[in-house]
């Protein structure tokens, strides 16, 4: 198959240029765009239980805990124990970490604007159909039903 006629090609090579230019920005306020991810997933009046965090970001416990102990180094966030269950805790902004989701929110909104003005809302449309079956075919273990476990060979190399 032709890299320029596959899905996932495109998908992978989209995505790690919109880490890459996220990744740039937020160098700049010595983050990441993992830490941005963060920061715009934590209810800024509330807090988010971290049990609830991994899930809503479709993120890895081990790989979340990383990020979150990085955080709370730099004093973007802070921890304190979840009232209604006392085996897990919320994770609250510090002032700092308000002032970080902020600047975030903005890249973000930046980021979707200059593409709103650049592809017409059908061709969005489009893409948001796209991949909204992708993901549903994903969840629902539909790409490779039919395999029972046997090599996958490709008719043409």
Known sequence: MKKLKSI?????????AVA????????????TMATAFVLLNID????????????????EPTSLSRILK???DKGAICRE???????SVIIKLTEYGKEMRKISKGHVIL?????????????LEGFFKVTA??????AEREIYKNIN???VKNKKD
């Open 44 to 59: 800024k009046q509330k807090g988010t239980a971290s049990t609830a965090l991994g899930p809503l970001m479709g993120m």
């Open 133 to 138: 079956t992708v993901n549903k075919l994903i």
């Open 111 to 123: 980021f979707n604007e200059t593409v709103r003005k650049n592809v017409s809302e059908k061709d």
């Open 81 to 87: 124990k979840n009232p209604n269950d006392g085996r």
């Open 149 to 151: 476990n046997k090599e």
């Open 8 to 16: 996932d090609h495109e998908l992978r090579a989209t995505w790690q």
């Open 20 to 31: 890459k230019v996220y990744n740039e920005r937020a160098a700049k306020h010595d983050s």
């Open 70 to 72: 990085t955080m709370e």
